[in-house]
């Protein structure tokens, strides 16, 4: 089964506005990543965390660090090129870096 | 920035053919990853390797082979290439356990 739960698949936001996007894991998850692809189907890396919380401009990610169970990113103000798919990946404890991904979340910000 | 280049860009096949898949990084990573994306799954992993003339099984590996020659290539193998393979495939690069993934552009394979 699934190893990686995305929640929510999609959402729409205005500009200005705040929201967050969720990953829950049915296991232990040694890291996480973030990424968001574009309209031209392009994958960027956002985040890559061990634990703790990272921070890039109005983007926030942050990683459970006692039960290794669930993964946050925070959009703050967002914008309009903010939009696009986004994704979690996880990587197994004890999987020899095998990455597992999230289904992804579809946001669109509207003026 | 961290360089994973894929060829071909795109690929029409037919039902049965053979078809090869090829990535290429000039970073020095030790980690590669062939992922397929479908709407609906997200992307799911097909093959990956740490170490040249190594490759494991992700999850959904039936149907392909993979194949890591040399460091810097990684290549994804359709002996008999079926309809529910049409796809857009994904490769990926890391140095290691704890560093960021970098994403080539994606093939698009269509099997007719």
């Known amino acids: 089964g699934d190893q990686v739960e995305q929640s929510p698949s999609a959402l729409s936001l205005h500009e200005g506005t705040d929201s967050a996007l969720r990953c829950n894991f049915t296991t232990t998850m040694r890291s996480v990543q973030w990424f968001r692809q574009n309209s031209r189907g392009s994958l960027i890396s956002l985040f890559y965390l061990a634990s703790g919380t990272k921070e890039n401009g109005r983007l926030k990610s942050a990683f459970d660090s006692k039960e290794r169970r669930y993964s946050t990113l925070h959009i703050r103000d967002a914008q309009l090129e903010d939009s696009g798919t986004y994704f979690c990946a996880a990587e197994v404890q004890g999987t020899g870096s095998k990455l597992s991904f999230g289904k992804g979340a579809k946001l669109t910000v509207s003026p | 920035e961290a360089a994973v280049t894929q060829s071909p860009r795109s690929k029409v096949a037919v039902t049965g053919g053979k078809v090869t898949l090829s990535c290429h990084q000039t970073n020095n990573h030790d980690y590669m990853y062939w992922y397929r994306q479908d709407t609906g799954h997200g992307l799911r992993l097909i093959h990956y390797s740490y170490v040249a003339d190594s490759t494991e099984k992700g999850d959904i590996p039936d149907g392909y082979k993979a194949s890591r020659p040399s460091q810097e290539n990684f290549s994804l193998i359709l002996e008999l290439a079926s309809l529910s393979q049409t796809a857009v495939y994904f490769c990926?690069?890391?140095?290691?356990?704890?560093?960021?993934?970098?994403f080539g552009s994606g093939t698009r394979l269509t099997v007719l």
């Open positions: 990926a690069s890391r140095g290691g356990c704890a560093e960021t993934l970098y």
